[in-house]
């Protein structure tokens, strides 16, 4: 990649990486579930007035947002409400790369390479590491919190494969309509657990105090910076650089989650923690590695002086297609 291109995806990281942070003010004044609901309603809503939806079979976008939205979000966002550490969720959060590489290869029946193989087997340590460290805190909740990251992760991974299945001509369009899938669910599910009318108390009275501001910031954040900005520049990468020249700087977003989180939230990981995180990064990492690609059509050299489109307009995605879908999401 161009050194400009580099600027962007490491913008792009640390857009994700602060997700976390976002998701975490959310939780300090929503009920996770809520929050979940609401997270994609702010997207949903535009998205159904003003882009067209992407072609393909519903059913792979309802397992993609099922999938990547509804449970995932859900998993993760009651993890944290009941003590999973911010940093420590954006890294075991990744658990999804290598269940979407066990999944394709048993739903799918792609081949496993021994590299991929040796990297789940490093990723599976790093985690059983994390566990080990998570067993120390009170009454269990540790351990829990990481078990519902780690479902988290594995949801994430079945949405992945709903939309490999579907695979869709504009993933960037396919990953806006995504997000009208799961409102409607989390809804119903926080009108049984936390109670029909908690959440809409919660947001009608938002703006009466620090806590409800920051939290409807945060969800400001995870919609429309997280998502609409990131994904717009993510996809603009994919489509002009191979899969395995992007997808490996992903990585950095946990060490981004868990440095934000050291200086903003004084979380300290215990270093048996972050013998975990590097382990769990190290096998990710030894999954992705890959022979070089050769470039795109269209494509000369590391693509210095090119211009991204990343332009949002009812277009979108027509150059997003040629990267496939190999966009990573964060939150």
């Not at 490491?10 to 996770?32: E, S, T």
């Not at 999944?103 to 040796?118: D, P, T």
């Not at 369009?173 to 899938?181: G, N, Q, Y």
């Not at 939290?215 to 603009?236: D, K, N, P």
């Amino acid at each position: 990649m161009s050194p400009r291109h580099r600027l962007v995806a490491l913008f792009v990281v640390v857009l994700w990486g602060l997700n976390f942070l976002a998701i975490r003010y959310g939780l300090d004044y929503f009920p996770p579930l809520f929050l979940g609901a609401l997270r994609f309603l702010v997207l949903a809503l535009p998205v159904l007035l003003f882009v067209r939806p992407p072609k393909g079979p519903v059913t792979w976008l309802v397992l993609y947002g099922l999938g990547s939205g509804t449970f995932q979000f859900g998993l993760l966002f009651t993890a944290m409400h009941i003590g999973m550490p911010t940093g420590l969720a954006s890294l075991v959060l990744q658990s999804s790369a290598p269940f979407t590489v066990l999944l394709g290869a048993v739903l799918l029946h792609e081949k496993l390479a021994v590299r991929q193989i040796a990297g789940i087997g490093i990723a599976v340590v790093g985690m059983a590491l994390i566990i080990a460290d998570r067993a120390d805190a009170a009454a269990g909740v540790g351990v829990l919190g990481v078990v519902l990251t780690l479902l988290g992760g594995l949801s994430w991974a079945f949405g992945n494969i709903g939309q490999r299945l579907a695979a869709p001509s504009e993933p960037f369009r396919f990953t806006l309509w995504m997000s009208v899938i799961p409102p409607l669910p989390m809804l119903a599910l926080s009108a049984v657990v936390e109670g029909p009318t908690v959440g809409w108390k919660a947001l009608a009275h938002s703006l009466d105090g620090t806590d409800g501001r920051l939290a409807l910031l945060g969800v400001a954040y995870i919609a429309i910076l997280s998502t609409v900005v990131g994904y717009g520049l993510w996809g603009a990468l994919m489509a002009r650089y191979p899969a395995s020249t992007v997808a490996p700087a992903t990585l950095l977003v946990p060490v981004v989650g868990i440095a934000a989180s050291a200086i903003v939230l004084g979380e300290h990981p215990s270093a048996l923690a972050l013998a975990g995180a590097a382990t769990v990064i190290a096998g990710c990492l030894l999954g992705m590695l890959r022979k070089p690609a050769s470039a795109l059509p269209g494509d000369e050299g590391d693509g210095a002086g090119g211009e991204l489109d990343v332009t949002v307009t009812d277009d979108l995605g027509e150059r997003g297609a040629q990267g496939g879908a190999a966009v990573v999401r964060q939150g």
